[in-house]
Nanobody, 126 residues
Framework: QVQLVESGGGLVQPGGSLRLSCAAS????????MRWYRQAPGRQRELVAA??????????KYADSAKGRFTISRDNAKNTMYLQMNSLKPEDTAVYYC?????????????????WGQGTLVTVSS
């Protein structure tokens, strides 16, 4: 019903940059807050950055590890979220997942769905 597709992952050298994208598609009324998570091998999935809906002000928050290096943004017209990652470090290596809350309407009832993307691999290595 609602799909999230990430793109932009790949191999980058330490100090380099990548821009991840997460595009929402399907049958929904609106997309609420959106988030980037990551999961490194042998570690738990962790929140990297989040952004509220534009109607809620589009405010952002970041994990301490991402502050000053990563920037989250969204383009509501394209139903797409981005994560600009600069000054990448080997410890940023992980699968990055997109997460969003989608408002869907079934008959006359609105429902909130939490949706996950399939993930995109980011490898930081020389």
């Amino acid at each position: 019903q609602v799909q999230l597709v990430e793109s932009g992952g790949g191999l980058v050298q330490p100090g380099g940059s990548l821009r991840l994208s997460c595009a929402a598609s399907g049958n929904f009324f609106s997309i609420d807050a959106m988030r980037w998570y990551r999961q490194a091998p042998g570690r738990q999935r962790e929140l990297v950055a989040a952004i509220t809906s534009i109607t809620s002000g589009g405010s952002t928050k970041y994990a301490d590890s991402a502050k000053g290096r990563f920037t989250i943004s969204r383009d509501n017209a394209k139903n797409t979220m981005y994560l600009q990652m600069n000054s990448l470090k080997p410890e940023d290596t992980a699968v990055y997942y997109c997460n969003a809350g989608a408002i869907v309407v079934v008959a006359t009832t609105s429902r909130y769905l939490e949706v996950w993307g399939q993930g995109t691999l980011v490898t930081v290595s020389s």
